[in-house]
């Protein structure tokens, strides 16, 4: 296996690979030549100078059902180093709120890590299975980085995203951003509370609204017809609410490729900032570097339809099959709390976490 994507749209794998690409603009001329069976698959990093991922493959194998998947992983994970501490990204949320109210920014992601080891090695395809199994979604992606050069060799990204980046089915163009989040609560009175008050803050609301804006401003001039809903809608994960919206466009020209869109709309503010550039160059500069996390891991056929997902909600496992580095972001606005974006980080940890079968120790670190 090089690649799987599953969620509600069904299951797709990859079969013999052709090439391999370490810069995706390459890939896009790849689409068109993979045969009538084929097409490209894979991972784009999150900033633009650093390798991408992507394979050009003989036959992609779809399904409409999701893979069902497996229960938790029976393996016992131990926290190696937290990247950066809790308090460290605490401190650097403060900076960035002052940034913000100085006027550098609108918003701005940020993300921290975590490097954990497991009692003993993992399968690629149990993990799959075990990111699969523990979500009502059945989301799971798993896909080989080697195309990125030889520091690479051997290690995957696997998670559990729930947030579409494009999907495009003939002339259709599908999104569907997130961005505002609100931690699921154990008990039902206190998680519809929670749910209502994400739809209900003003601070979440304009959190999401950076991210309309830029999709409807990327997709307009792309489409002769596009709908969207004024007002989020709610969304939720085993672990977190979400604002969510869910676009519906045509395309003015149906020959642009999924993973032409992709890599039109990538990075949204929903895991880079507003303006783009400026919440980029802060992220560069106050975080360790985030390789493929928060960049977008997806399929596109010979006929240009596909399906890209956001990298989030995801590890990269190395190649002893042992060791493994999480990440967990949010968005950072005017108004954000540094220690609510700390706990927002500790609950994103948590999908993946759960699959893999816990920590020996608290996450929150
Ligand atoms: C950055 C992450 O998630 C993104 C940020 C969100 C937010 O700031 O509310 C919500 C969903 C995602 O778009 C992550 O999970 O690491």
């Keep these: 296996m090089t690649f799987l994507l599953s969620g509600t749209h069904g299951t797709v794998r990859a079969g013999e ?3 391999a690409f370490d810069d995706a603009r390459d890939a896009t001329h790849a689409v068109r030549e993979s045969g009538p069976e084929g097409g490209v698959v894979g991972a784009i990093s999150f900033a633009p100078g650093s390798p991408d991922a992507l394979w050009q493959v003989g036959s992609l194998a779809r399904t409409d059902e999701p893979l069902i998947g497996t229960g938790p992983l029976s393996r016992r994970w131990e926290v190696a180093e937290w990247v950066p501490a809790a308090a460290t990204h605490r401190s650097r949320v403060e900076r960035v709120v002052e940034r913000i109210r100085s006027g550098e920014a609108d918003k701005v992601v940020l993300a921290r890590a975590v490097e954990l080891v497991a009692d003993r090695p993992v399968e690629i395809d149990a993990v799959a299975a075990a990111l699969a199994g523990t979500n009502t979604d059945h989301n799971a992606f798993a896909t080989d980085l080697s195309a990125a050069g030889a520091d690479q060799t ?3 990204l696997v998670g559990a995203s729930p947030e579409l980046l494009v999907r495009k089915v003939g002339d259709r ?3 569907r951003p997130f961005a505002g989040s609100a931690a699921r609560q ?3 009175d206190g998680d519809a509370a929670a749910a209502e008050g994400l739809a209900r803050s003003v601070k979440d609301q304009r959190e999401h609204r950076f991210v309309v804006e830029y999709l409807a401003s990327v997709l307009t001039p792309l489409c002769t017809r596009l709908d969207y809903p004024r007002t989020p809608e709610l969304r939720c994960t085993g672990e977190i609410w979400h604002l969510a919206t869910p676009f519906v466009g045509t395309l003015r020209d149906p020959s642009i490729t999924a993973l032409d869109l ?3 709309l ?8 507003t303006p783009t550039r400026a919440a980029a160059a802060i992220i560069a500069e106050v975080e360790e570097p985030r390789g493929f996390y928060a960049g977008t891991v997806g399929w596109c056929d010979a006929q240009g339809d596909g399906e890209w997902m956001v990298a989030i909600r995801c590890a990269e496992l190395r190649a002893d099959r042992r060791t493994a580095r999480a990440w967990a972001g949010g968005g950072i606005v005017a108004e ?3 220690d609510a974006e700390v706990d927002e980080t500790t609950a994103k940890f948590a999908t993946v976490m759960r699959a893999l079968g816990g920590l020996g120790v608290s996450v929150g670190g």
């Design 336 to 338: 954000s709390d540094p």
């Design 186 to 188: 154990p008990d039902p």
């Design 154 to 156: 051997g290690r995957w």
């Design 17 to 19: 690979v052709a090439h």
């Design 266 to 273: 990538h990075p949204t503010p929903a895991i880079c900032g």
């Design 173 to 175: 163009v599908y999104c």
């Design 262 to 264: 992709a890599l039109a």
